[in-house]
């Protein structure tokens, strides 16, 4: 079975901390994403990764950045944590392309900013 | 813009009959079409993954694919109160083979 982790299940930041989230996989997948989810707006993709040390936006990427030196593990980071960024924040990973571009979630990092 | 649509609920259904959520998606050139179960507070679980037209089977949960009119659909038989949650409907990017679009969800409510 796909096993997605992240690092956090509930988080508490203050205004202006530097926030990081960790997402690892275990099962070789080439992508991996950096969802939110919020009521009523439905998952909004942040950032994704397609390859080691490659990344491309999302649909809303502002304030938020993310790292993958490393094919299991994708981080994301917000530089300075606005209220605005308190979200359900979802990471997932999938094989790759074609049919099999079946997306896998880890369990969620909620995280609320002060 | 591309888009997925789902009607939000809440759909209720009453225990042991068929629950019918319904996706109808923009991208016509779309290939690959998926429904994730999402319990409140939870991350989304993959339940189906549909990529022909017609119907595919597993289990109690039927998932049915009409590219032609741009829909597609879930059957779930014998609805259980487990079953009660939000269904999560998605469709494949075409311009990014890797990215997918998810609906806002149907919340469906199984009563006992």
């Known amino acids: 079975d796909v096993k997605v982790t992240q690092s956090s299940r509930y988080l508490v930041k203050r205004t202006g901390e530097k926030v990081f989230l960790e997402c690892v996989q275990d099962?070789?997948?080439?992508?991996m994403f950096w969802y939110r989810q919020d009521p009523g707006l439905g998952l909004r993709l942040i950032y994704f990764?397609?390859?080691?040390?490659?990344?491309e936006k999302g649909d809303i990427p502002e304030g938020y950045s993310v790292s993958r030196e490393k094919k299991e593990r994708f981080s994301l980071i917000l530089e300075s944590a606005s209220t605005n960024q308190t979200s359900m924040y979802l990471c997932?990973?999938?094989?790759?392309?074609?049919?099999?571009?079946?997306?896998?979630f880890g369990p969620g990092t909620r995280l609320t900013v002060l | 813009q591309k888009e997925v649509e789902q009607n939000s609920g809440p759909l209720s259904v009453p225990e042991g009959a068929i629950a019918s959520l319904n996706c109808t998606y923009s991208?016509?050139?779309?290939?690959?079409f998926f429904w994730y179960r999402q319990y409140s507070g939870k991350s989304p679980e993959l339940i189906m993954s549909?990529?022909?037209?017609g119907d595919k089977e597993d289990g109690r949960f039927t998932a049915q694919l009409n590219k032609a009119s741009q829909y597609v659909s879930l059957l779930i038989r014998d609805s259980q109160p487990s079953d009660s949650a939000t269904y999560l409907c998605?469709?494949?990017?075409?311009?990014?083979?890797?990215?997918?679009?998810f609906g806002s969800g149907t919340r469906l409510s199984i009563r006992p």
């Open positions: 549909i990529y022909s037209n």
């Open positions: 099962m070789d997948h080439e992508n």
């Open positions: 990764s397609y390859d080691v040390k490659m990344k």
């Open positions: 991208d016509r050139v779309s290939q690959s």
């Open positions: 998605a469709v494949s990017e075409y311009s990014s083979a890797s990215k997918i679009i």
């Open positions: 997932a990973s999938s094989l790759g392309g074609g049919n099999h571009n079946e997306q896998f």
